[in-house]
């Protein structure tokens, strides 16, 4: 299932996303050599429909295509498939960041691949690892860690002061590699906006020219340090939408602004219009579901009963059902 390179074919500097089939036979891993010999590894298109870290890595090897990469550097590039449509992921395809090493999902060919990649750069002795996602709801630019250790809060600063720690969803890439390097997730907003790519582009080409993270403690006043606390999703049976129209659940239409931002309690989110109760599903870091803690339904609406912040809200109902509703948060003390 996996293609492993050590060169990179000319077209694939310009290629769309759509367009990676013709060039790539499906997910590849390449290697390029580099001063220093221990690889910075980053995977891309993870997501078929997030293409700013392509777009970042193609803009990277256009940098370095006449000049040596001051650090070895190995990429991984996802589910080609999926980008060829311009979706996440297709209907019989697993989530390609929840198949990781660590995952709850059944063996697989798409598990088996994920911990080939993580065992070869475990023996590559791997620098430091970098996932690159974007949102489809309006969020700021973040970083995410999945463990609260110096060398990960640098990494994760070096691209943006808000973090955020996560121990769920399981079978991510980022969590995958946290025990053999430095790793992070960056969330570089949505996609088509040039500022994204160059972002994306700029972080790469940092960490590439580290010689090694700080270890030392990160100054609190230098980032934003939030907790994942609980994911949301809408039940399996429940219809939705964001524009009015008869559902069992109508959310407000401007709900995907309330990301990232405190919300007071008594925040209305949205209406039911259903003679069965419905509820949302709100499953904590432990498995538990606590939806009745957090919202309340009197009045067939859905309110907050306490302060909750919310990331990852988006008006993309294929991806609510894909993925999640949103997932909510806390401030974290360092």
């Known amino acids: 299932m996996l293609t492993t390179l050590t060169e990179v074919p000319e077209k694939f500097l310009t290629v769309d996303s759509t367009k990676l089939h013709t060039i790539l036979t499906g997910p590849t891993l390449f290697h390029l050599e580099g001063r220093h010999k221990e690889p910075l590894f980053v995977s891309t298109l993870l997501h078929g429909n997030e293409t700013t870290g392509l777009q970042a890595i193609q803009k990277l090897l256009?940098?370095?295509?006449?000049?040596?990469?001051?650090?070895?550097?190995?990429?991984?590039?996802?589910?080609?498939?999926?980008?060829?449509?311009?979706?996440?992921?297709?209907?019989?395809?697993?989530?390609?960041?929840?198949t990781w090493p660590g995952t709850e999902q059944a063996s697989s060919d798409e598990t088996m691949m994920m911990q080939q990649i993580k065992d070869d750069m475990r023996n590559r002795n791997v620098f430091a690892s970098i996932d690159i996602h974007n949102n489809t709801g309006l969020n700021p630019h973040y970083a995410c860690i999945n463990k609260c250790e110096n060398a990960f809060f640098h990494l994760a600063r070096l691209f943006s002061r808000t973090i955020v720690y996560f121990t769920r969803p399981l079978g991510v890439q980022s969590q995958a590699f946290a025990d053999i390097c430095p790793s992070v997730t960056i969330e570089c907003g949505q996609v088509g906006e040039r500022t994204s790519v160059?972002?994306?582009?700029?972080?790469?080409?940092?960490a590439l020219h580290l010689s090694e993270l700080p270890q030392h403690p990160i100054v609190k006043q230098d980032i934003d340090l939030f907790h994942t606390i609980a994911i949301v999703k809408i039940p399996e049976q429940a219809s939705f939408s964001f524009n009015g129209k008869h559902c069992h659940i109508c959310f407000d239409k401007n709900i995907d602004h309330m990301n990232f931002k405190e919300i007071e309690t008594g925040t209305r989110l949205g209406k039911l219009h259903s003679e069965q109760p419905i509820h949302l599903n709100v499953w904590n870091n432990d498995g538990i579901n606590i939806g009745e803690e957090l919202f309340d339904y009197s009045n067939n609406e859905i309110r907050t009963k306490k302060p909750v912040m919310p990331a990852m809200l988006t008006l993309n109902e294929k991806v609510i059902r894909q993925d999640c509703l949103c997932y909510l948060m806390e401030r974290y003390p360092l």
């Not at 990429?75 to 395809?93: D, M, P, S, W």
């Not at 160059?198 to 940092?206: K, L, N, P, Q, R």
């Open 62 to 98: 256009i940098k370095y295509k006449e000049q040596a990469l001051p650090r070895s550097f190995s990429f991984f590039i996802g589910n080609v498939k999926a980008a060829q449509k311009g979706l996440r992921r297709l209907e019989q395809q697993p989530d390609y960041n929840r």
């Open 198 to 206: 160059d972002h994306a582009f700029e972080y790469i080409d940092a």
